[in-house]
């Protein structure tokens, strides 16, 4: 027998390294929690072991004697009572009617005896609580990935055509939900290549753009976003369009990013260039008040700072945005760059003051699409704008629904998903028991 120590960030990570050192036969026959992760015990050709003789919990045997005390002294209470009480609990019990031989008998209430005062429980040890959650939840991995594993192997075998199809979603990166979605769309269609084409259509329907173009409509326009995103850049390519095509009396830049080295400078630097003004906002200086002044403008174009979800200033600075005075319109700034749980995390701090949609930025140096396009659609965020290199503002694009699939195609990952990554997606899915795979 083969033992061997498995060490990884998490349950999943670890059960992959088993499979790849072990093979698939290998057993789990021991996990727990360490600094930084979890290790997991695995043995090839384990044989178990008999049980250990049961050792005897003497505290459990002696309050099951004392239940069992109680429950004689309650049967002999039972018993005690009149014949009068016992035909009516006979004939309550039996759902027999009373006769004339048998009249109603009011039955007498006797108070039952008060049980005894409950022995204080013991103090439950929290670190034992907290060892047999995460054994629960190591458990309910390896059973994620166990189905996963066995659904792909399924659906490989019974629908070869489906499976090629969720290899060709996973190429592009779409998210496992978004896929599953599209494929129950189109699973009537036979022929690959039609089966395809129709998927790539209804995915390009999913994606939402704005009727009307944001600098066109006009407004309190703000850029958010975690640092790093390409908002200011994506600012100064909005400002230099709205400049060419209306001239600059109309519209003016604030900076509310007071952290980054050189932000307010470089906001100057735009301003001095489009001869457009700019002003300043203080962190706990009122937004309202700095914008009051610049309410006859057509266009006011707001850049935020990029802070971490656990900085209190975010809060401010969100709360500030999605004040009742202000009426911005506040556009999540992604990176297609970013990894999926980057993007995810941006949503999910920066929703708080109220999202219009998103802008897409460095469309010229991604290597995937999907992630992004499964975060838009998935939360219903219109896509307002594309960037895709640094030229301003020429390299600003009013998305194309279309093009914008087609671009997710023609960026796909050259080889195929892995089998590994196939049934890790799989098990994902196993989260939302709504909808079934496959």
């Known amino acids: 027998m083969q033992v061997k120590r ?21 057993a789990i026959i021991g996990n727990r929690r360490i600094a930084g992760g979890v290790e997991l015990t695995a043995a090839l050709d384990y044989t178990p072991q008999a049980l250990a003789p049961r050792v005897p919990n003497m505290e459990l045997e002696d309050e099951l004697r004392k239940t069992a005390s109680r429950i004689v002294s309650a049967q002999a209470e039972l018993s005690m009572r009149g014949d009068s009480d ?3 609990n006979r004939q309550l019990f039996a759902g027999l009617p009373l006769t004339a031989a048998e009249p109603l008998v009011e039955p007498t209430f006797i108070e039952p005896p008060r ?15 907290d060892s047999m959650r995460f054994e629960l939840n190591g458990l309910r991995e390896l059973l994620e990935v ?3 594993s066995l659904a792909w192997t399924q659906l490989q075998g019974s629908k070869p055509q489906q499976a ?6 996973q190429r592009i990166g779409l998210s496992g939900p978004l896929s599953r979605d599209l494929l129950a769309l189109t699973h009537e269609i036979e022929e690959p290549r039609q089966a395809w084409r129709m998927l790539l259509a209804h995915l390009a329907r999913m994606i939402t753009t704005p009727q009307i173009e944001p600098l066109e409509e006009g407004g309190v326009i703000a850029m ?11 600012l100064a390519k909005l400002a230099a369009r709205y400049v060419l095509k209306y001239g600059a009396q109309n519209i003016a830049l604030v900076s509310m990013d007071s952290y980054r080295i050189g932000a307010q400078e470089q906001l100057k630097t735009l301003g001095r260039i489009l001869n457009v003004p700019v002003t300043h906002v203080d962190p706990g200086q009122s937004l309202a008040n700095a914008l009051d002044p610049l309410l006859r403008k057509r266009v006011v174009l707001i850049d935020t700072a990029g802070l971490q979800a656990s900085d209190p200033a975010l809060r401010m600075q969100l709360e500030s945005l999605a004040g009742r005075g202000i009426k911005s319109k506040n556009y999540l700034v992604l990176a297609t760059t970013s990894q999926k749980q980057v993007l995810t995390a941006a949503y999910h701090s920066y929703k708080r003051c109220g999202l219009a949609g998103c802008i897409l930025t460095k469309l010229d140096e991604t290597a995937s699409l999907g992630e992004v396009l499964s975060l ?18 020429d390299d600003l694009h009013l998305p194309r629904r279309h093009q914008l699939v087609s671009r997710a195609v023609s960026v796909q990952m050259q080889d195929e998903p892995s089998e590994e990554a196939m049934a890790d997606m799989f098990a994902d899915l196993y989260h939302n028991p709504a909808k079934r795979v496959g």
């Not at 998490?10 to 036969?25: F, N, T, Y």
């Not at 049980?115 to 609580?129: C, E, I």
């Not at 090629?164 to 979603?169: S, V, Y």
């Not at 838009?376 to 301003?392: K, N, Q």
């Open 6 to 26: 498995f060490f990884a960030a998490d349950m999943r990570q670890a059960m992959k390294l088993v499979r790849d050192e072990l093979g698939a036969d290998a």
């Open 86 to 88: 016992a035909t009516t």
């Open 115 to 129: 049980p005894a005062a409950p022995a204080p429980a013991a103090a439950v040890d929290q670190r034992a609580f």
């Open 146 to 148: 166990q189905l996963g």
């Open 164 to 169: 090629n199809l969720w290899r060709r979603l």
């Open 224 to 234: 958010v976003g975690p640092a790093g995103m390409g908002k200011t850049t994506t």
């Open 376 to 393: 838009a659609i998935s939360h219903e965020l219109p896509v307002a704008y594309l960037t895709d290199g640094p030229r301003i503002p």
